[in-house]
């Protein structure tokens, strides 16, 4: 026993060749030498002094490298999420179609000036003064409308006010609150 706790440092380096050649991997094969070296020095009882201490390493460094193999296969490779993001599943747009949809039935439930204000300057990306030439009204009118609208379509989509509310709104102006 005291001969494998002795002799087992001069095999170290040739151990670490022979599990780089293995592993295909110098931290892996790093590994496998320390579980091998572990493994030996636990079971140091079982030598049997006379023999060869080199192939004896050997055959526990590579019996261990087929165990790690076998357990892989049956776990798989272990692999770093953020190493293959971009072949991950993309992430559920469950929420972003709930939201389409109750910003549809919110935007629905505006005034119709309003919602066609909105819908120059917001989708389209007309400028307020485009908005005023298209509708025939002074730019500070579409601002004011297009404002109200916006705060409007904000509570209600943050469940402050339901779109039937909105919807029983009529097309004409409503004095504002700020």
Known sequence: MNQVYRNI???IP????????LAHNPVAADDLVQDALARALSKAHL??????????????????????MRRQGRSGIPVDPDDVSHALASRPDQDDRLLLSALEKAMRS?????RALIQMVALQGRSYEEAAAATNLPVGTVKSRIS??????????????P?????ANSDHLRPSAA
């Open 14 to 21: 040739h151990l670490r060749r022979y599990a780089r050649y």
């Open 47 to 68: 030598f049997r002094p006379g023999t060869n201490l080199r192939a004896w390493l050997f055959t526990i460094l590579h019996n261990q490298y087929v165990s790690d």
């Open 163 to 167: 779109p039937a509310q909105g919807a």
């Open 148 to 161: 109200r609208g916006r705060k409007q379509l904000r509570q209600m989509l943050d469940g402050g006010l």
């Open 9 to 11: 440092e001069d095999y």
């Open 110 to 114: 505006l005034p119709r000036q309003q």
